[in-house]
């Protein structure tokens, strides 16, 4: 299978599902699953305003703000900074969570996952990295900045198009800036007495 490129200007702004604020879906598996649906979904969403957070029964997530000065989200009644930039930040999606905004507007990567059927890695990265999705997964990476390229294949990356490839390495991404990498894999390949 060829990567996929996923181009910034084609993603359409969504309402939150709450009603709190707009997001721009990346990529959701299986495509085209609803919020109800989904094995993994990953989106970018501006947030401009402090608010509760949608609840995902038995979702989990992973936030990472990349842009902004970052948040107090107050998560099952206990706070967490979360104003690293570049630091992913995990936490259950079923638990109530209230986003209060610590020096103005923020824009952050959301990973979810349904913990029953996907476990899933965010990292962020600079330089070079091999690309390598788990059997029965899939790896996306999203350029945080201009000037990423996957070697050998003609991709380039700028700011928030991301590449996903779910069959084989689509070979070494390579960044002027940062990028996040998410590798997503099956929860079977986690189960005890599997190669």
Known sequence: MTPRVLRAAGRPPVPWRNGGGVTREIAVWPEDAGSDAFDWRISLADVADDGPFSVFPGVDRTLTVVGGEGMDLLVGGEHHIVDEPLWPYDFPGDRETVGHLLGGPVVNVNVMYRRSRTRAATAVVRGTVLLMPPAGGAVLALALED?????????????????????????????????????????????????
């Not at 990423?148 to 991301?162: F, P, S």
């Not at 996903?164 to 390949?189: F, H, I, K, Q």
């Open 147 to 195: 000037g990423a390229a996957v070697d050998g294949t003609g991709i380039e990356l700028d700011r928030y198009d991301a590449v996903l490839s779910t069959d084989g390495s689509p070979g070494v991404l390579r960044t002027m800036g940062s990028a996040l990498v998410v590798t997503l894999a099956p929860v079977s390949r986690y189960a005890p007495g599997t190669p």
